[in-house]
């Protein structure tokens, strides 16, 4: 029986190199001197800091640019709230999104019973994803329908097997 898995996965690595590459644009460039903006990378999110609101808009318009380049999706990034920091500043923090929650799942399973394909069957495995069925082009149906919406998640589809 054909399966294949909807993962919902960040390449860590790529968007290591895009905010080492942010911060090197942030320091070199002269719109941003003096203005004590910074980009810093955690575990699961991203930082940014700066002296006002309209230099952090431009951080992170710097930040999508280097994602864009590295074919990153921005639905990876979940920006929070803009807080005041000390000295005027302002700061914001970009959680990474990473794999399926179990609302998001329930979503993703209501959308592929809906599509009334005869023999596709999904269960939530983890966080990800698993869809069977008897038909390989009925699976490639699925993807096709699932690439044409938007859940607010990337997706992947990965193991496709006969």
Do not use: C, H
């Amino acid at each position: 029986m054909p399966t294949f898995d909807v993962v919902s996965e960040v390449d860590m690595q790529e968007v290591r190199n895009a905010v080492d590459q942010a911060a090197r644009e942030v320091a070199q460039r002269f719109d941003f001197k003096d203005t004590g903006s910074s980009v810093e990378l955690g575990d699961d999110q991203i930082r940014m800091q700066s002296g006002s609101e309209d230099r952090l808009n431009a951080l992170r318009v710097v930040i999508e640019e280097k994602f864009a380049k590295r074919k990153l999706s921005m639905k990876v990034l979940d920006y929070g709230t803009i807080e005041p920091a000390s000295g005027g500043a302002v700061r914001q923090i970009a959680k990474l999104q990473a794999g399926i929650s179990t609302d998001k799942a329930k979503d993703l399973n209501k959308f592929i019973k809906a599509l009334g394909l005869k023999g596709i069957q999904s269960s939530t495995q983890g966080d990800q994803l698993r869809v069977s069925g008897k038909k390989r082009d009925d699976l490639q149906g699925v993807i096709a329908a699932l690439k044409e919406n938007d859940f607010g998640i990337p997706l992947q589809y990965v193991n496709f097997r006969d």
